[in-house]
């Protein structure tokens, strides 16, 4: 029977790589061979020896390890030399077994990943360092401005506060001046005319003392001017009395002796040069069954009868007025071809018919739904529903409307406006 190392030995390669490390500038082998003999190789590190993964065999001489590393991180520290065991803590270990090398596939890999890394951070990096630096010159830029900004503000408050301190000081100075020259005219004042009441004091006490009978006269002429010219005041005041009293007595002959001024004519005779009218106006019109419109030029018509001609003043556009330009159905209905649109309207009276008696200048909107005043329902006082009802600026009964610079419009159908509403609200 074969001893237990003997058995071990038949199920091995001749020479087996039971350890190694590396030291020196060497890197350490320790083989053992058929006989169950353990030598120890040495090779240069420049020039590793290719170890094929083989089954460990424990021995005394080796040392205890975990298992073969597998990450790359492992396998390139134990490569060179360094355990990365938690029992040597990165140290040295000459005697480390393993079985597995770094390959170049390996060490490439680490090249790439090292420069991938290094292509992506370094334009990451530079774009950060470049907002860095453009958030800083921003931040420098508005610092700079407040700055500035602050710096004028200061500037421009002090040249106010000193323009208005100047202002001041010379109005406070103005007015001293003035109350001085006031004091000092005030006092020179007082001072001559104590001198002249002095003067003339001392002038009559002497004259009194001297010649007592020239005070008496003066007295006496200052008494005598007083008298006339109270008498001269009487004399004018009773001459002025007589020539009111004459001029009032012949404003009452003539208002007794002359005739009654003749009543006012008619305001349909009322002189109508006073308002120019001219001889052609501009005007909307409808002259065609067709969705169309025309502004032309027209004569200014002539009032007739009760009829009176307006300036038109303002005027509105109602909802009918768009089908009335689309000429729709409707359209058909309620007006007549040819027309002027506009049946809301206001205006100023220019001209009157020989029966109409509106006064001149008198300002008026227009009654558009011309009744008829005959039938059964303008008997019955219900004019809004005429039988025969015609329309202002639909074409029914007139063509008039107030979509033009004058418009004719019978009297009856006028309204006045007050005076004091405002043109602007027409």
């Known amino acids: ?11 091995r390669p001749p020479n087996q ?41 424990p021995s005394s001489a080796s040392i205890s390890a975990p298992s073969v590393p597998r990450t790359l991180i492992d396998r390139y520290f134990l490569y060179f030399g360094f355990s990365s065991y938690p029992d040597s803590g990165f ?45 800083l010159l921003t931040i420098l830029l ?12 200061v500037h421009l408050l002090t040249i106010l506060l000193v323009h208005l301190l100047t202002i001041l000081l010379v109005l406070l100075l ?64 009773i001459l002025l009395v007589i020539l009111l009293t004459i001029l009032l007595v012949i404003l009452l ?12 004519p008619p305001a349909s005779t009322t002189s109508p040069l006073l308002v120019y009218v001219p001889k052609t106006m501009k005007v909307l019109i409808k002259n065609h069954e067709m969705e169309s419109y025309e502004y032309t030029d027209m004569d200014v018509p002539e009032p007739e009868g009760d009829e009176v001609l307006i300036k038109v003043d303002a005027v509105s556009i109602c909802g009918s007025d768009i089908p009335l330009y689309k000429w729709s159905p409707m359209a058909r209905v309620i007006a007549t071809v040819p027309f002027i649109p506009g049946h809301e309207a206001a205006g100023t009276v220019v001209k009157c018919g020989p029966e109409a008696d509106l006064e001149i200048g008198s300002r008026v909107g227009v009654e558009n739904h011309f009744n008829c005043g ?12 005429c039988q025969h009802m015609g329309q202002y600026g ?28 405002s043109k602007f609200l027409l």
């Open 174 to 237: 103005t007015i001293l001046l003035v109350l001085l020259l006031t004091i000092l005219l005030v006092h020179l004042l007082t001072i001559l005319l104590v001198h002249l009441l002095t003067i003339l004091l001392v002038h009559l006490l002497t004259i009194l003392l001297v010649h007592p009978t020239i005070l008496i006269v003066l007295l006496l002429t200052i008494l005598l001017v007083l008298l006339l010219t109270i008498l001269l005041v009487l004399l004018l005041t």
């Open 394 to 421: 639909h074409g029914r009964k007139t063509k008039h409307g107030g979509c033009s610079e004058y418009s004719i419009v019978p009297q009856k159908y006028l309204f006045k406006i007050t005076k004091d509403l």
């Open 374 to 385: 005959d039938c059964f329902q303008c008997r019955q006082d219900q004019r809004e529903i």
């Open 91 to 135: 140290g040295y270990r000459k005697g480390n077994s393993f079985d597995e090398m770094v390959t170049v596939n390996d060490v490439l890999l680490v090249v790439v990943l090292v420069h991938l890394l290094t292509i992506l951070l370094v334009p990451l990096l530079t774009i950060l360092l470049v907002i860095l630096l453009v958030l």
């Open 253 to 264: 002959t003539i208002l007794l002796v002359l005739p009654p001024p003749p009543a006012p």
């Open 1 to 11: 029977m074969l001893s237990c190392e003997a058995a071990m030995a038949t199920t």
């Open 142 to 153: 508005v610092i700079l401005l407040v700055i500035l900004l602050t710096i004028l503000l």
């Open 17 to 57: 790589v039971i350890s190694g490390g590396v030291g020196d500038g060497q890197r350490h082998v320790i083989v053992r061979t058929q006989g169950l003999e353990e030598r120890e190789e040495s090779s240069p590190t420049f020039s590793p020896p290719i170890v094929t993964p083989a089954t460990v065999v």
